[in-house]
């Protein structure tokens, strides 16, 4: 057995790379040793072919008589604190790996994945821990694909490469986002253009492209056809819709009055699921050895876009032996880099020393908190505070979150896993085990009863025993739920000797749910378990309906989720320890998206945390870490550029802070236009040079000023005193509210204040939101705040968002009665049962409150420090609350007798016209005394369009079929109802909806 130059410098690599990461001391010598082989272990045959024990035992034979030695003296020794595996763990386990990889012929795959994230490391690229199955590879691992190590979670090498099938291996890097591309340039550059290829993808035509491409051709008016298109379900085919004119009457009306409408419908039933245009894969790249064009049709995906887009789609170029690289770009990363390097730059201004871990980020872009780090889980798991965290940030994980009180990884791991669609019915089992109010049981009173009946109670007990003895060592970290693909594959191990190749393939196959094949493998589990380990058969049946076939469906690969629960973890340990670094990083990864950036500083205000509007004097281009606050940078304005930013950064840096107006527009002349002067000014960078409405007014003077001063010589006049500064037309000088609408339309978050800015002490001596939202009675409230929304919901009426200090809430109603975002409102209404009735909406102005406020009017009382006094206090109800909640998942259609005020419709409000004795205000009623029973509801969910990717829309399909209710949803403008289960699918499916 020849080891050729692949093999060497993969092993070579391999040994290097497990020195490293176990810290022995290994010189060069004991390397190439440890790579040597005896050159005996050759196959009889084909891998698929060959037993796992005989597999073992040729990789055995490869081993030369020093491997064995060092194993011999050197095997028992633990290399990690409080592990329980040895250094003959890894070696065995890497020389196995080895072993299939050389015999499948992938020794130069591994090189190449493994070069590309080697170079992108050393250009300080930062690259994920790992992404599906790879991680399960300990080859992967040593040599730097990965950075998991897969044995202390029971990662398996098979479920990524299987020796008993021959598959194509398949790694997914992550890499930061801002720098996915020049990773794919590397690659270019470094095997040639013509090897390097994006691969193509079929788009297919569907039901309303089909059919309004027709409509065009037949010349249907525009208009019509999206009428028509409108009403096309979405479950429906073309031709079950021709033929089915009493289900679907509204279209056969068009179709029986217009001629072109019917000749439109019968051509683009042929057309339809046809292949409309050839698609980019979105991070599929192919690498081959010759030019692509040897192996597969290519072409350019535009013709302004010159990347080689293959003509074969993924499928087709691994059938014909190509492998595809995943090359994918996660924010998160990017926000990891950043966030360390703030912390750097403000330990380097402070003159103090760098944390070890980030110095070793910093060198190796390998970032390795404590994972067992108290501070971390109880000051962001525990409290839900998981805004910015990778895979947890919604509301339903939040809640759990705070329910399961997470102290470990393995914690984490288990919820990524779990919070999805199918498994999230095990969450409030998991929770209740995690905390010791639910036994951890393997048997259930039911398979117990019916062993008791056949043989005898003592039987009984021994089969229970066997199942602990060899499902808790598989199960005891999940409290005896199978949650993750590995443990199915360690289970039926356990149980029936299966090897982990035979154990995948029936995982695969009793996933497939076809009934012979399950059946089939159902026998083979059964006869098995009876020979290996003496089971009776009603257990095993018992398992394998009970728990492999479920599992078999809704199962997570365990290796992609620690992958992500250790970025999850890495993002949260940053929050914990450097919040506002933390938060700056955060807003500084969506700069370019104004609506997530809004959000962001919204939720990082309600921390206590203060974010500051850009300033010529005192922001960079991005966002900024200053003493405890966050200063936004000019970037994060709509309408500047990049550019704008870096002039007026650079040019304060070299030639210090600008003294006046005049100053500014003279030395950064170069990017003064309409647009960026308007941004600056409404933002906030100007203010310390006039008022904003003042600016404003004067534009196009500040505009021609900038281009006639850096000409301008005013030395001769200077040295007579002539006022050389410019002289501004005078207007009405802005207020808080103009002011901070300017704010919203250029960063949409208010940052210099707050409409309930100074109002705090009078407010609060009525109700708060999130006091009325979290009772099920409350007799009577006021509540003071402001519309942070209004949404016109397809023709339907209106959602209204509103806001006060402590959160929002948004309802449903048939009219909009004349209010407009942004109005300062006063609600006055009660909530019996669970529903809200609103007796009163009250349109008023920041003027009038501070009238009523009277002495009360404090403006160092802003919100935001409101915010920060009730923070604590607050969240800790919140969590208190939630926590003497029961966990609960409704799998079922909600009971008709529940009262949860966010799933169900509210009662007739009534708008009345009438004065209010505290209140004297302008009461908004569009129907004069006529009074109006409107009916309102709090917004679940609203879909407006339909998502591009089939994956997406298939899951929106089954949730809408499977999971029936009595929530009121809007899909595409129709109303839908589903259940509780149903709904919470549909915000992790859709997070922005």
Same mark, same amino acid.
């Given at each position: 057995m020849?080891?050729?130059i692949?093999?060497?410098?993969?092993?070579?690599?391999?040994?290097?790379g497990?020195?490293?990461r176990?810290?022995?001391?290994?010189?060069?010598?004991?390397?190439?040793?440890?790579?040597k082989?005896?050159?005996r272990?050759?196959?009889?045959?084909?891998?698929?072919?060959?037993?796992?024990?005989?597999?073992?035992?040729?990789?055995?034979?490869?081993?030369?008589?020093f491997?064995?030695?060092?194993?011999?003296?050197?095997?028992?020794?633990?290399?990690?604190?409080?592990?329980?595996?040895k250094?003959?763990?890894?070696?065995?386990?890497?020389?196995?790996?080895?072993?299939?990889?050389?015999?499948?012929?992938?020794?130069?795959?591994?090189l190449?994945?493994?070069?590309?994230?080697?170079?992108?490391?050393?250009?300080?690229?930062?690259?994920?821990?790992?992404?599906?199955?790879?991680?399960?590879?300990?080859?992967?691992?040593?040599?730097?694909?990965?950075?998991?190590?897969?044995?202390?979670?029971?990662?398996?090498?098979?479920?990524?490469?299987?020796?008993?099938r021959?598959?194509?291996?398949?790694?997914?890097?992550?890499?930061?986002d801002?720098?996915?591309?020049?990773?794919?340039?590397?690659?270019?550059?470094?095997?040639?253009?013509?090897?390097?290829?994006?691969?193509?993808?079929?788009?297919?035509?569907?039901?309303?492209?089909?059919?309004?491409?027709?409509?065009?051709?037949?010349?249907?008016?525009?208009?019509?056809?999206?009428?028509?298109?409108?009403?096309?379900?979405?479950?429906?085919?073309?031709?079950?819709?021709?033929?089915?004119a009493?289900?679907?009457?509204?279209?056969?009306?068009y179709?029986?009055?217009?001629?072109?409408?019917?000749?439109?419908?019968d051509?683009?039933s042929?057309?339809?699921?046809?292949?409309?245009?050839?698609?980019?894969?979105?991070?599929?790249?192919?690498?081959?050895?010759?030019?692509?064009?040897?192996?597969?049709?290519?072409?350019f995906?535009?013709?302004?876009?010159?990347?080689?887009?293959?003509?074969?789609?993924?499928?087709?170029?691994?059938?014909?032996?190509?492998?595809?690289?995943?090359?994918?770009?996660?924010?998160?990363?990017?926000?990891?880099?950043?966030?360390?390097?703030?912390?750097?730059?403000?330990?380097?201004?402070a003159?103090?020393p760098?944390p070890?871990?980030?110095?070793?980020f910093?060198q190796?872009?390998?970032?390795?908190?404590?994972?067992?780090?108290?501070?971390t889980? $109880?000051?962001?798991?525990?409290? =839900?505070? %998981?805004? &910015? *965290?990778?895979?947890?940030?919604? @509301?339903? +994980?939040?809640?759990?979150l705070?329910?399961?009180?997470?102290?470990s990884?393995d914690n984490?791991?288990a919820?990524?896993?779990?919070?999805?669609?199918?498994?999230?019915?095990?969450?409030?089992?998991?929770?209740?085990?995690?905390n010791?109010r639910?036994?951890?049981?393997?048997?259930?009173?039911?398979?117990?009863?019916d062993?008791?009946?056949?043989?005898?109670?003592?039987?009984?007990?021994?089969e229970?025993?066997?199942?602990?003895? $060899?499902?808790?060592?598989?199960? =005891?970290? %999940?409290? &005896? *739920?199978?949650?993750?693909?590995? @443990?199915? +594959?360690?289970?039926?191990?356990?149980m029936?000797?299966?090897?982990?190749?035979?154990?995948?393939?029936?995982?695969r196959?009793?996933?497939?749910?076809?009934?012979?094949?399950?059946?089939?493998?159902?026998?083979?589990f059964?006869t098995?378990?009876?020979?290996?380990?003496?089971?009776?058969?009603?257990?095993?049946?018992?398992?394998?309906e009970?728990?492999?076939?479920?599992?078999?469906?809704?199962?997570?690969?365990?290796?992609?989720?620690?992958?992500?629960?250790?970025?999850?973890?890495?993002?949260a340990?940053?929050?914990?320890?450097?919040?506002?670094?933390?938060?700056?990083?955060?807003?500084?990864?969506?700069?370019?998206?104004?609506?997530?950036?809004?959000?962001y500083?919204?939720?990082?205000?309600?921390?206590?945390i203060?974010?500051?509007?850009?300033?010529?004097?005192?922001?960079?281009?991005?966002?900024?870490?200053?003493?405890?606050?966050?200063?936004?940078?000019?970037?994060?304005v709509?309408?500047?550029?990049?550019?704008?930013?870096?002039?007026?950064?650079?040019?304060?840096?070299?030639?210090?802070?600008?003294?006046?107006?005049?100053?500014?527009?003279?030395?950064?002349?170069?990017?003064?236009?309409?647009?960026?002067?308007?941004?600056?000014?409404?933002?906030?960078?100007?203010?310390?040079?006039?008022?904003?409405?003042?600016?404003?007014?004067?534009?196009?003077?500040?505009?021609?000023?900038?281009?006639?001063i850096?000409?301008?010589?005013?030395?001769?006049?200077?040295?007579?005193?002539?006022?050389?500064?410019?002289?501004?037309?005078?207007?009405?000088?802005?207020?808080?509210?103009?002011?901070?609408?300017?704010?919203?339309?250029?960063?949409?978050?208010?940052?210099?204040?707050?409409?309930?800015?100074?109002?705090?002490?009078?407010?609060?001596?009525?109700?708060?939101?999130?006091?009325?939202?979290?009772?099920?009675?409350?007799?009577?409230?006021?509540?003071?705040?402001?519309?942070?929304?209004?949404?016109?919901?397809?023709?339907?009426?209106?959602?209204?968002?509103?806001?006060?200090?402590?959160?929002?809430?948004?309802?449903?109603?048939?009219?909009?009665?004349?209010?407009?975002?942004?109005?300062l409102?006063?609600l006055?209404?009660?909530?019996?049962?669970?529903?809200?009735?609103?007796?009163?909406?009250?349109?008023?102005?920041?003027?009038n409150?501070?009238?009523l406020?009277?002495?009360?009017?404090?403006?160092?009382?802003t919100?935001?420090?409101?915010k920060?006094?009730?923070?604590?206090?607050?969240?800790?109800?919140e969590?208190?609350k939630?926590?003497?909640?029961?966990?609960?998942?409704?799998?079922?259609?909600?009971?008709?007798?529940?009262?949860?005020?966010?799933?169900?419709?509210?009662?007739?409000?009534?708008?009345?016209?009438?004065?209010?004795?505290?209140?004297?205000?302008?009461?908004?009623?569009?129907?004069?005394?006529?009074?109006?029973d409107?009916?309102?509801?709090?917004?679940t969910?609203?879909?407006?369009?339909?998502?591009?990717?089939m994956?997406?829309?298939?899951?929106?399909?089954?949730i809408?079929?499977?999971?029936?209710?009595?929530?009121?949803?809007?899909i595409?403008g129709?109303?839908?109802?589903?259940?509780?289960?149903?709904?919470?699918?549909?915000?992790?499916?859709?997070?922005?909806?």
């Open positions: 020849t080891m050729d692949h093999e060497f410098e993969l092993r070579y690599h391999a040994y290097k497990l020195k490293t176990l810290k022995l001391n290994r010189d060069t010598d004991v390397l190439v040793k440890l790579v082989t005896t050159g272990g050759v196959l009889e045959k084909s891998v698929p072919e060959t037993s796992p024990e005989d597999l073992k035992k040729f990789t055995y034979e490869t081993y030369t008589e491997k064995k030695q060092i194993l011999q003296e050197q095997g028992d020794i633990i290399p990690f604190e409080n592990s329980k595996y250094l003959a763990n890894y070696i065995e386990r890497l020389e196995y790996e080895l072993k299939v990889i050389r015999e499948m012929g992938f020794n130069s795959y591994f190449i994945v493994s070069d590309y994230v080697r170079w992108a490391k050393k250009q300080m690229i930062v690259v994920g821990p790992g992404r599906g199955s790879g991680a399960g590879s300990l080859l992967a691992w040593a040599i730097e694909i990965t950075d998991i190590d897969p044995l202390p979670f029971d990662l398996l090498f098979e479920r990524f490469l299987n020796p008993a021959i598959s194509m291996p398949d790694f997914d890097i992550d890499f930061e801002t720098q996915r591309q020049r990773v794919i340039d590397y690659c270019t550059e470094k095997y040639g253009q013509e090897k390097v290829c994006a691969i193509g993808t079929f788009m297919k035509m569907a039901t309303k492209a089909a059919f309004k491409d027709s409509a065009r051709a037949v010349g249907v008016p525009f208009e019509m056809a999206n009428q028509i298109s409108n009403i096309i379900p979405e479950k429906s085919s073309l031709k079950e819709i021709i033929s089915n009493e289900e679907y009457e509204e279209i056969h009306n179709i029986a009055t217009n001629e072109k409408v019917k000749y439109a419908f051509l683009a042929n057309l339809e699921g046809n292949l409309r245009q050839l698609g980019v894969h979105a991070c599929g790249i192919i690498i081959a050895p010759e030019p692509v064009s040897t192996y597969t049709p290519a072409q995906a535009k013709e302004t876009d010159h990347t080689v887009v293959s003509q074969y789609d993924g499928p087709t170029l691994e059938q014909i032996g190509l492998l595809k690289m995943d090359f994918l770009g996660l924010r998160n990363l990017s926000i990891i880099k950043t966030c360390i390097k703030i912390i750097k730059a403000r330990h380097d201004k003159g103090e760098l070890e871990i980030f110095e070793h910093l190796t872009t390998s970032f390795q908190p404590n994972i067992q780090d108290a501070f889980y $109880d000051s962001v798991f525990k409290l =839900g505070d %998981t805004t &910015g *965290i990778f895979q947890f940030e919604s @509301q339903g +994980m939040r809640k759990f705070i329910q399961l009180e997470p102290n990884i984490l791991v919820m990524n896993a779990l919070y999805r669609p199918g498994p999230m019915e095990f969450i409030p089992r998991y929770i209740e085990r995690k010791g639910e036994p951890v049981e393997y048997m259930t009173e039911e398979l117990r009863a062993l008791t009946k056949k043989y005898s109670a003592e039987v009984a007990e021994q229970n025993q066997k199942l602990i003895e $060899d499902l808790s060592p598989i199960m =005891g970290s %999940t409290y &005896g *739920i199978a949650i993750y693909q590995e @443990q199915l +594959m360690f289970l039926v191990q356990a029936a000797g299966f090897s982990l190749g035979e154990a995948d393939m029936l995982r196959g009793v996933g497939k749910k076809k009934k012979e094949v399950i059946e089939k493998l159902k026998k083979e059964i098995r378990g009876g020979s290996f380990r003496a089971y009776k058969p009603e257990t095993t049946t018992y398992i394998y009970k728990m492999i076939e479920p599992a078999a469906s809704y199962s997570f690969n365990k290796s992609h989720s620690v992958c992500y629960a250790m970025i999850a973890y890495q993002t340990y940053l929050k914990a320890h450097f919040p506002v670094e933390f938060s700056a990083a955060l807003i500084r990864s969506v700069e370019e998206d104004t609506d997530t950036q809004s959000f500083i919204s939720e990082i205000q309600n921390k206590g203060s974010v500051l509007s850009p300033d010529v004097n005192a922001s960079f281009n991005h966002v900024a870490a200053i003493g405890d606050a966050i200063r936004l940078g000019f970037f994060s709509k309408g500047i550029g990049e550019d704008v930013g870096e002039v007026i950064q650079q040019e304060r840096q070299k030639n210090g802070s600008f003294q006046s107006l005049e100053d500014f527009l003279k030395r950064c002349s170069t990017i003064i236009n309409k647009k960026s002067l308007e941004g600056l000014i409404k933002c906030g960078a100007l203010d310390s040079f006039g008022d904003r409405n003042v600016l404003l007014e004067n534009t196009q003077t500040l505009i021609d000023r900038s281009k006639t850096p000409n301008a010589d005013f030395g001769l006049f200077g040295g007579l005193g002539v006022d050389t500064s410019i002289q501004l037309k005078q207007v009405k000088t802005s207020n808080l509210m103009e002011r901070l609408m300017m704010e919203q339309e250029v960063l949409k978050a208010f940052v210099s204040g707050n409409p309930l800015d100074g109002l705090y002490l009078y407010i609060k001596n009525f109700s708060f939101l999130n006091q009325v939202l979290a009772q099920e009675n409350f007799p009577k409230f006021i509540i003071v705040g402001y519309i942070k929304e209004v949404q016109r919901a397809k023709k339907k009426g209106f959602f209204i968002k509103i806001e006060d200090i402590s959160t929002s809430w948004e309802f449903f109603t048939k009219d909009a009665l004349d209010f407009h975002k942004f109005d409102i006063i006055h209404g009660s909530k019996k049962n669970g529903r809200i009735y609103l007796d009163k909406l009250v349109k008023t102005d920041y003027e409150l501070i009238r406020a009277g002495g009360k009017y404090d403006p160092e009382w919100v935001a420090r409101a920060k006094e009730r923070y604590g206090d607050e969240k800790n109800k969590i208190e939630i926590k003497a909640e029961k966990s609960q998942v409704e799998l079922e259609e909600p009971n008709e007798n529940s009262q949860k005020h966010e799933e169900e419709q509210l009662p007739g409000e009534e708008f009345i016209e009438e004065e209010s004795g505290v209140f004297a205000d302008e009461q908004v009623d569009q129907h004069g005394d006529e009074e109006v409107e009916e309102l509801e709090e917004k969910f609203t879909l407006e369009t339909l998502p591009e990717n994956e997406k829309i298939q899951s929106l399909m089954n809408l079929k499977h999971h029936e209710g009595d929530i009121t949803v809007y595409l129709k109303e839908r109802k589903v259940s509780e289960v149903g709904l919470q699918n549909l915000k992790m499916l859709f997070p922005s909806s």
